[in-house]
Each structure stands twice: as structure tokens, then as C-alpha cells.
């Protein structure tokens, strides 16, 4: 009986244990959810230049990197939270600041309204495709990607450069093709968020889904 109440104890220490840790890592990756939505929101309404968009993308990986290395042994500790908080809060007011100020892409053409065109908007979709292309690379060193989820979203990442590819062969990328293009990339961009955030990963780099 002894024995039974021990283990029952030792079991319950450890279920709160790493309840305690679930909780602020779950209310972390709520918030980043939430966040990248809003850009993702700032980017269809055109609130959001391209330039303001790469900046917040920016923005949204670093938090990832804090919160990556908060978790790496084990143990998000309240000082760890309250950094990780106080970079979230500062995102939140970036993320305000550049959906309510004076320069917007409503033509989604990937220039700043108002402003004189520029010949070749393109390489602000490449820029965003490498940000991407980092961000799966990173998922991939830190174990948080599965091999099958990589394998998927490096799909995805070819699937917008056949796009573009297709958009420049005529030497003109339209403001519809363009804005194809970045539909593809909000996708893609929520697809990585999901595949980084869930319950599958390979913290043990040996190609199988952590138990």
C-alpha cells in the first residue's frame, strides 16, 4: 500500500510538473498564433507593405529563437517567460504601429501607395521566400519538424517558385499574379507556423516521430 501511495504521489508530482511547463509554452505559441495571424490579416487588407511584412516576419522568428532555447532543457523558467513576454508585447506594438500608419500596398502590387513604381517588385518575393526557406531549416536543426513534415512544406516552397517562375516569363509580374503569389506565402507561412508548433517533432534527429 505503501509502494501504490508513492508511486501515485511520484506520478502526480509529475503530471503537475510538466503541466507547469505546458501551460506558459501553450500560452506562448496562443499568442504567436494570434500575432501571425494579424499580419497575415495586414497582408490581405494591404495595411502591410512588403517591407513591413519581412520586417514583422522578422520579428515573429526571434520569438521562435527565445522560445526554442527557453525550452531546450526542459524547463521554460519565469524569467525566461517574462523575456519572451516582453518581446511578444513589443511585436504587438510593431505589429499595431505598422497596420495603422501612412504607408499601405491596397493595389497589392508591392509598392508603397502613393510612391513612384518601381520596374521589378519580384525580389521582395524571393526575400520572403529565403526568410521561409530559414525558418524550415531551422525547424529541421531543432528537431521541431518531423522528415515528412519537411519533405511537405520544401513541396510547398517549390510549388510559389513555380509561380513566380511562371509570373516572370514574360518578363511583366501582374498585381493579380502577384497577389497569387502572396496568397501561396500566407499559406505556406501558416503551414510552417502549424508544423513547428504542434506535437510531432524529432528532437532525436534519427528520422522518427519522438514518443
Same mark, same amino acid.
Not at 497582408?43 to 532555447?69: A, F, K
Not at 513566380?164 to 518578363?171: I, L, M
Given at each position: 500500500?505503501?509502494?501504490?501511495?508513492?508511486?501515485?504521489?511520484?506520478?502526480?508530482?509529475?503530471?503537475?510538473?510538466?503541466?507547469?511547463?505546458?501551460?506558459?509554452?501553450?500560452?506562448?505559441?496562443? +499568442?504567436?498564433?494570434?500575432? &501571425? %495571424?494579424? =499580419? @497575415? /490579416?495586414?497582408?490581405? #487588407?494591404? !495595411?502591410? $507593405? *512588403?517591407?513591413?511584412?519581412?520586417?514583422?516576419?522578422?520579428?515573429?522568428?526571434?520569438?521562435?529563437?527565445?522560445?526554442?532555447?527557453?525550452?531546450?532543457?526542459?524547463?521554460?523558467?519565469?524569467?525566461?517567460?517574462?523575456?519572451?513576454?516582453?518581446?511578444?508585447?513589443?511585436?504587438?506594438?510593431?505589429?499595431?504601429?505598422?497596420?495603422?500608419?501612412?504607408?499601405?500596398?491596397?493595389?497589392?502590387?508591392?509598392?508603397?501607395?502613393?510612391?513612384?513604381?518601381?520596374?521589378?517588385?519580384?525580389?521582395?518575393?524571393?526575400? +520572403?521566400?529565403?526568410?521561409? &526557406? %530559414?525558418? =524550415? @531549416? /531551422?525547424?529541421?536543426? #531543432?528537431? !521541431?519538424? $518531423? *522528415?515528412?513534415?519537411?519533405?511537405?512544406?520544401?513541396?510547398?516552397?517549390?510549388?510559389?517558385?513555380?509561380?513566380?517562375?511562371?509570373?516572370?516569363?514574360?518578363?511583366?509580374?501582374?498585381?493579380?499574379?502577384?497577389?497569387?503569389?502572396?496568397?501561396?506565402?500566407?499559406?505556406?507561412?501558416?503551414?510552417?507556423?502549424?508544423?513547428?508548433?504542434?506535437?510531432?517533432?524529432?528532437?532525436?534527429?534519427?528520422?522518427?516521430?519522438?514518443?
Amino acid at each position: 500500500m505503501k509502494t501504490y501511495l508513492l508511486f501515485t504521489t511520484t506520478a502526480l508530482s509529475a503530471l503537475l510538473s510538466l503541466s507547469a511547463i505546458a501551460q506558459p509554452v501553450s500560452t506562448i505559441n496562443e +499568442r504567436q498564433g494570434n500575432q &501571425e %495571424r494579424r =499580419i @497575415d /490579416q495586414g497582408i490581405r #487588407s494591404g !495595411e502591410l $507593405t *512588403p517591407r513591413e511584412t519581412n520586417r514583422l516576419e522578422h520579428g515573429q522568428e526571434h520569438v521562435d529563437r527565445l522560445e526554442n532555447r527557453a525550452k531546450a532543457d526542459g524547463r521554460v523558467t519565469p524569467q525566461e517567460r517574462e523575456r519572451i513576454e516582453q518581446v511578444q508585447n513589443a511585436q504587438n506594438r510593431k505589429i499595431y504601429e505598422a497596420k495603422h500608419n501612412n504607408t499601405h500596398d491596397l493595389n497589392h502590387n508591392g509598392i508603397v501607395d502613393g510612391s513612384h513604381p518601381v520596374a521589378h517588385p519580384a525580389p521582395t518575393i524571393d526575400q +520572403r521566400q529565403t526568410h521561409q &526557406e %530559414r525558418r =524550415i @531549416d /531551422q525547424g529541421i536543426r #531543432s528537431g !521541431e519538424l $518531423t *522528415p515528412r513534415e519537411a519533405n511537405r512544406l520544401a513541396r510547398g516552397q517549390e510549388h510559389i517558385d513555380r509561380l513566380e517562375n511562371r509570373a516572370k516569363a514574360d518578363g511583366v509580374v501582374t498585381r493579380w499574379e502577384r497577389q497569387r503569389i502572396q496568397q501561396a506565402q500566407n499559406e505556406q507561412n501558416r503551414r510552417i507556423y502549424r508544423a513547428k508548433h504542434n506535437y510531432r517533432h524529432d528532437l532525436n534527429h534519427n528520422g522518427v516521430v519522438d514518443r
